[in-house]
């Protein structure tokens, strides 16, 4: 037998693996090396046993074939049982102002195997230096709700921050009381004039060092408040793939940049991170708004496909940035050579979120992308109304949304369905087909309207009813603002036109 195999077989830790599956790795390579330890085994002499990690009373290594196969049952368990976290392909992005529970209720009801992310909360916003621990778990609960009754899954918890010991108490009581798929430190967000993310988002990447203490504090944190390392949710960290501090420094991507990149990915991958969400473009801190920061800067999935290509079986990389249609994330995850893990999309799912029905096809491998009937977002739709209508009628000290957090989701759902009875594929020859016939489309407005009607009826804001007519969606939008009030609905649209 080959020589060097057995010198691998030799040195071979079992807790290393075991750590790859309760860490996400692919499970193509956890299967690949337990393909190769079953051939291996029978060939290996008595003299060359595979180290197990475990010691005896003596304090020496172990190398009994049981333990060995012990270790491996139990691998391969995790691997294919219910503890295993093979993660989704599609993760919904954190949107400032859109993302909070409401909205997340809709995403998961249309795509519960997408992955959902809070919006970024502000240390300095829930924690402040000033504050205690009650203060920090009180803006979780108006957030997050009650823990006892959190039922939230495929949850990232994403923070802004620039201080490693106020987050590492935050992360150890977040997680305490609510749980999450991933905890995320935000090194992405450009928006220093409007957000006032100078120290933090972005401006982080001119930090590897702070940024690897960040993460280090993410996992103190962690390792804090839940005892079990299995239990513990990833650490990843979500930026760019550069950063420049105006657009008159803008330029095309160099391999020094690429060099950079990869230095800093490998430092929070040192601090425990494992986990990184690359949106495919540069930052650039001042100069341009927050809306231009994700148009005017150059996509480049290559830049993304590389990176993830050098980290493959150590970090996984999500792919965020210009995914807008079914068809688009479709093509990509049919790319089979592509050593990217998942997907991202944020301006997507806000302008069109019944597309996640779509997505949850997809990630399900329904062998179409074209959705064949409407009983889905039908469901999805009328139990997102039950849930509004819940909140909306709870006693006033224990609501925590305004009515027009509760209608935002419904309006966005109605803008759509306006977009799609209004589709003109000549006019638009580039974007997908609606998923919707004019007859679904009819019923989804029945649907919606009645919600509508029900949510003005509980608030005591009375409004038309009417059926579908060529007004009937100024009818609604209408019934929107009386609830919602003028000015947000129209903060709303204004907003939309710009995704």
């Known amino acids: 037998m080959d020589e060097n195999?057995?010198?691998q077989a030799k040195e071979f830790s079992f807790s290393q693996l075991q750590g790859d599956v309760m860490n996400h790795r692919r499970t193509m390579s956890l299967l690949q090396q337990l393909s190769w330890i079953a051939i291996t085994l029978p060939h290996l002499p008595p003299s060359q046993n595979i180290r197990s990690d475990h010691d005896d009373e003596g304090g020496h290594h172990t190398s009994c074939p049981s333990i060995i196969m012990q270790h491996l049952l139990h691998i391969l368990a995790l691997s294919l049982g219910p503890t295993a976290k093979d993660a989704p392909t599609f993760h919904c992005a954190p949107m400032q102002c859109y993302t909070n529970q409401p909205l997340r209720k809709l995403f998961h009801l249309l795509s519960p195997s997408s992955i959902?992310?809070?919006?970024?909360?502000?240390?300095?916003?829930?924690f402040p230096k000033t504050k205690s621990v009650d203060y920090l778990q009180t803006n979780l609960e108006k957030r997050l709700g009650p823990p006892q009754s959190f039922d939230e899954t495929n949850l990232?918890?994403?923070?802004?921050?620039?201080?490693?010991?106020?987050?590492?108490?935050?992360?150890?009581?977040?997680?305490?009381?609510?749980?999450f798929r991933e905890i995320n430190l935000n090194c992405g967000c450009p928006a220093i004039e409007s957000g006032g993310a100078s120290t933090y988002g972005a401006s982080l990447m001119k930090q590897p060092q702070l940024t690897g203490l960040l993460a280090d504090s993410v996992k103190r944190g962690l390792e804090a408040g839940i005892s079990s390392e299995s239990d513990r949710p990833n650490i990843s960290v979500k930026c760019r793939i550069g950063v420049f501090d105006d657009a008159e420094q803008m330029r095309p991507l160099d391999e020094g940049d690429y060099d950079y990149l990869k230095e800093?990915?490998?430092?929070?991958?040192?601090?425990?991170?494992?986990?990184?969400?690359?949106?495919?473009r540069p930052a650039i801190l001042s100069g341009l708004s927050p809306v231009k920061n994700r148009i005017i800067p150059t996509l480049d999935y290559n830049f993304v496909r590389s990176?993830?290509?050098?980290?493959?079986?150590k970090v996984d990389i999500t792919l965020n940035g210009g995914i807008t249609s079914l068809t688009q994330l479709n093509s990509l995850r049919s790319d089979t050579s592509?050593?990217?893990?998942?997907?991202?999309?944020?301006?997507?799912?806000?302008?069109?979120?019944?597309?996640?029905?779509?997505?949850?096809?997809l990630l399900n491998d329904e062998s179409s992308a074209s959705l064949k009937e409407t009983d889905t977002i039908t469901t999805a739709l009328e139990n997102y109304i039950d849930y509004a209508l819940?909140?909306?009628?709870?006693?006033?000290?224990?609501?925590?949304?305004?009515?027009?957090?509760?209608?935002?989701?419904?309006?966005?759902?109605?803008?759509?369905?306006?977009?799609?009875?209004?589709?003109?594929?000549?006019?638009?020859?580039?974007e997908d087909p609606p998923l919707l016939s004019y007859d679904e489309i009819e019923s989804l407005y029945d649907v919606v309207r009645d919600g509508i009607t029900s949510l003005q009826e509980c608030?005591?804001?009375?409004?038309?009813?009417?059926?579908?007519?060529?007004?009937?969606?100024?009818?609604?939008?209408?019934?929107?603002?009386?609830?919602?009030?003028?000015k947000v609905v129209n903060k709303w649209k204004r907003n939309r036109a710009e995704l």
């Open 5 to 7: 195999w057995t010198d």
């Open 459 to 486: 608030c005591n804001k009375g409004g038309k009813k009417s059926k579908n007519s060529s007004n009937a969606y100024k009818l609604i939008s209408t019934s929107i603002k009386s609830l919602a009030g003028t």
């Open 156 to 179: 990232v918890l994403q923070l802004g921050s620039n201080d490693p010991d106020r987050l590492k108490v935050c992360v150890e009581h977040a997680v305490q009381s609510y749980s």
């Open 307 to 313: 990176i993830a290509a050098d980290f493959e079986g």
């Open 116 to 126: 959902k992310w809070t919006e970024m909360e502000k240390l300095d916003d829930i």
């Open 390 to 430: 819940t909140m909306a009628t709870l006693p006033s000290h224990k609501q925590r949304f305004t009515t027009a957090d509760l209608c935002l989701p419904l309006y966005l759902a109605v803008e759509q369905l306006k977009d799609d009875w209004d589709y003109d594929e000549e006019d638009n020859p580039s």
């Open 264 to 280: 800093y990915i490998t430092t929070i991958h040192n601090a425990g991170a494992n986990h990184v969400v690359l949106h495919a």
């Open 338 to 361: 592509s050593p990217i893990s998942n997907y991202m999309a944020g301006r997507w799912s806000l302008r069109r979120p019944l597309d996640l029905a779509g997505v949850e096809e």
